[in-house]
């Protein structure tokens, strides 16, 4: 009889790998010796990762399927969430969950957002559903202390990093998608400094609930008479209540209209918003008219990194409950040498069987080389941003610009495949509500559409990254990539794996020597139909590049180690990197013979197949 308690797995992360990636894999320490991080060395950092891990044991992790259950919903013009809510924000905020990376005189604790991304790991990990509260809210504080005036950033930002307000961002409206040049919501400028915002926003996360005293709005809208298309578009912070000349909080005609039912992420509520019904909606612009656009992408590539985050740590969890299932589950004998099965022996443990342990280490390559280059990405925008080196800074720039649209996608989309590997571990039992497995593969759902979907990343990847200065930010990640491939050469067991992971930068300059000439002739629709199909390729390669980072660190620590007990846990990394070189890097070569063919059926205009 299945054991109750593998309903509801009792662990959903290692916090062995999350600090041996960031600390070892990483190498945390370079990023420590910068002069802004001064105060914090390895041991304070990971006592702060072992607080965070407490704090989601405590209030993040036994609440998720509840939170499943009781989504948050619209009642009587308002948003009502989960309790929980007010704990992730308000307690969470105490411990600078929303505060931490940024400045000791802004409110922050001026930490590595390396480290800060990995204890958001920890916590999207534990409950998926609840830091994206903290997180919106920590990402629109950036953007008003970064670009707006003195005042605005005195008012506002400093209950926002407290976690007693929220903050969103408002960009998507409901005729424009993702099609950022249709946006309509209007911003008149009015006698007090300010303007008035008229106009709607749908699929707004985190845009009001009944724990929040104020929510402060990030939002693009188009100043009367300002120009067409994105070039047009200014950025307000628009509270849900504004203050005062006394400091009071007064409404500030900004209206909710309803909570989309999601299918997944159920407790993280999706609202959609209106702005001035009564004429009386005040917006505050940030920096200056017409800029808000480039603005936004300060936060953009730090969603992006959330949103890769999120969905690696949601298959993270829903590859231990798989485990877990796996060891306790048992089902069929093993054959014998002659090919049948001697019904007398005793049942064996899934886990015994070839198969599963394949769909188990698949799950785990997938998100622990995920979790890797999500550090990495986090690790660039430290260098990047603590560098007195103009060079140095745009490096780290380029090659955080070049692997952005990668930890973003590759989690999003290679993390639903995991999660339904782990429903086939749990066979008929996965279906069904009582276990968790079915719920995670509903909440990581949405992750690839967030913040841009697979399609428009892709896009992004070859149309604009991979096209970078002439090609500068693709050769520079590349000379990167070959910096690992030439220290794991140097190792006996990894210099295979190198050799392989070669081979594929050969066939990615090959594949981008046959698509660039079809843009240097103008013909972008042909230059970007299979856009999707190389960001599925590429990405293997940068997966790859990943596991290979993690052998050469696994290695370096296997010596060290000796016979200890650690030595079980380094090897098991050097498996699942032999894993993912056998069974997942082999799949580029079947995408190579896409994006080489000569067809262009996809965009035949005649094409009847699709009338």
Known sequence: MLKVYIIMASKYIDIKTVKFFMNNVQELEKILDKERFVDYNIESVDLYIESVKKFAD?????????????????EDGSIHVHQQVEKMMKEGGAMGLISAPFNYEDGGLQLPLLVHTAANYILDAANNHLPGYSGLTSGAAELIIEFASKELKEKYTPKMLTGDWGGTMCLTEPQAGSSLSDIVTKATPDANKAYKISGQKIFISGGDH?????IVHLLLARIDGAPAGTKGISLFVVPKKRL??????????VTTVADFE???QKGYCTTHLSFGDKDDCHGYLVGEENNGLNYMFLMMNGAR?????????????????SLEYANERPQGRK????????????????IEHPDVRRMLLLQKSMVEGSMNIIFKAAKYYDLQHNSNDEKEKSKYHTLLEMIIPVVKTYPSEAGIYSINNGLQVLGGYGFCSDFILQQYYRDIRIS???????????QDLLGRKMMLNNGEGAKLLLDEIKKTIDEAIQDEDLKKWADSLSLQLDQTQKILFHLIPFAAKGDYERFLADASIFMEFFSLVIIGWSWLEIGVAS??????????????FYKSKLDTLEYFYAYELPKTKGLADILLHPSSITIKKENKVIS
């Open 448 to 458: 690839s559409i967030y913040e841009g979907t697979t399609g428009i990343q892709s």
């Open 335 to 350: 054959l014998s040498s002659d090919g049948t099965k001697n019904l007398k022996d005793k049942q064996s443990l899934i």
């Open 262 to 264: 999601k299918m997944g």
């Open 555 to 568: 290695k370096r620590s296997l010596i060290l180690s000796g016979s200890s007990d650690d030595s079980s």
């Open 58 to 74: 405590r209030e993040l992790f036994p609440y998720i399927k509840e939170m499943d259950e009781k989504p948050a919903h619209y």
């Open 210 to 214: 009944q724990y929040a005293e104020n």
């Open 244 to 253: 005062d000349d006394n400091g009071e909080l007064v409404n500030n005609d």
């Open 305 to 321: 990194i959330a949103v890769g985050r999120g969905a690696s740590a949601i298959a993270c969890a829903a590859y231990y409950a």
